[in-house]
């Protein structure tokens, strides 16, 4: 059943990803998106609802899709809305609240919503999104997972302390670290003296690198290859007390519960001095083994969802994929 459920959950994405700027005939798409997953299979109280396009918006409709299918996250958000009913301060938590409560209490099961609110919100927040041009799906999913936990860790503290405290103290986690965030290792063994110095770092994605006729299980194993720092780049070895040739390499130490991985897709050419896109198709699996971490040496991941915008060009597969932990 459950494997069931992830195929539902991948379709569902196709209204809003294939057709990422025409929602128009969604009453259409809708019927032939029950039809396509079979009633039978169509699991109860889940609601499947493309977002309007407000002229480019796509790249943080998707986001929003996929975060709602990201069902820890969806259901925290919830949560939150039952408990600031009567809050009158509106906040981005607030409209990312209420547009999911807005889906998860539709009466249909399939058709289109209005994320106006939203993205009115979120323009008026940050002006790098307040115009109509295509935005990037990462930075969108960057700015509202950071800002989310923002807003959560100063409705903790209260007022009071927020003033007392200012930035000094780290805050403690919240539901958004809770399920994203992981922690990398980055390791450099000196080549002298064999010492291995290493240093943590939370992250809440991964970004990798995007290569021709590749997987996302090969994009990680790149991530984690093992990288020599020679001639100029040389490391200083705090034992040798001197410039040393190392080997540095970055693994995971700990995976979070839903493990968002960044393709880049955007490359900067120096003689063009520009960005190009780089379009290799990337093969991604339904559920992924990790090799790269240091718990585990083949953790395995479920795949979640990919908000993207998919175009009608088929190499074209997402810059960002969710992978749930099946722990
Ligand atoms: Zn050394």
């Given at each position: 059943m459950r494997d069931k459920l992830q195929i539902a959950k991948i379709s569902a994405f196709k209204p809003t990803l294939g057709a990422c700027c025409a929602v128009g005939g969604m009453g259409a798409n809708a019927s032939q998106l029950e039809k396509d997953i079979g009633l039978e299979q169509f699991p109860t109280n889940e609601h499947y609802f493309g977002f309007v396009n407000f002229g480019n918006t796509c790249y943080c409709n998707s986001v929003l899709q996929a975060l709602y299918f990201c069902r820890p996250f969806r259901e925290k958000v919830l949560q939150y809305k039952q408990q600031v009913k009567n809050q009158k301060k509106e906040t981005l938590l607030t409209c990312l609240a209420d547009l999911f409560h807005s889906v998860a209490t539709q009466k249909k099961k399939v058709g289109a919503l209005s994320p106006k609110k939203f993205i009115t919100k979120l323009r008026k927040e940050n002006e790098h999104f307040d115009n109509y041009m295509q935005q990037d799906a990462h930075e969108c999913l960057n700015y509202l997972l950071n800002t989310v936990a923002d807003i959560l860790t100063a409705e903790k503290k209260g007022p009071q302390e927020q003033e007392n405290n200012g930035s000094h103290t780290k805050a403690d986690p919240t539901w958004v670290h809770e399920i994203f965030q992981g922690t990398l290792t980055n390791e450099t063994r000196c080549l002298n003296c064999e010492s291995v110095s290493s240093k943590d770092e939370d992250f809440l994605d991964l970004s990798v690198d995007v290569l021709q006729n590749t997987s996302i299980t090969h994009c990680l194993r790149v991530f984690s290859s093992t990288e020599t720092l020679c001639t100029e780049h040389k490391y200083y070895c705090e034992v040798c007390c001197s410039k040393q040739e190392a080997q540095k390499r970055m693994r995971v130490k700990k995976l979070p519960q839903i493990l968002a991985l960044h393709l880049k897709r955007f490359k900067y050419m120096e003689h063009l001095s520009r960005y190009i896109k780089v379009s290799h198709r990337v093969v991604f699996p339904l559920e992924l083994r990790l090799f790269n971490t240091i718990i585990d040496a083949s953790q395995i991941e479920e795949f979640y969802g990919v908000p993207s915008d998919?175009?009608?060009?088929?190499?074209e597969t997402g810059y960002i994929f969710f992978y749930q932990s099946r722990e």
């Open positions: 998919l175009q009608k060009n088929s190499t």
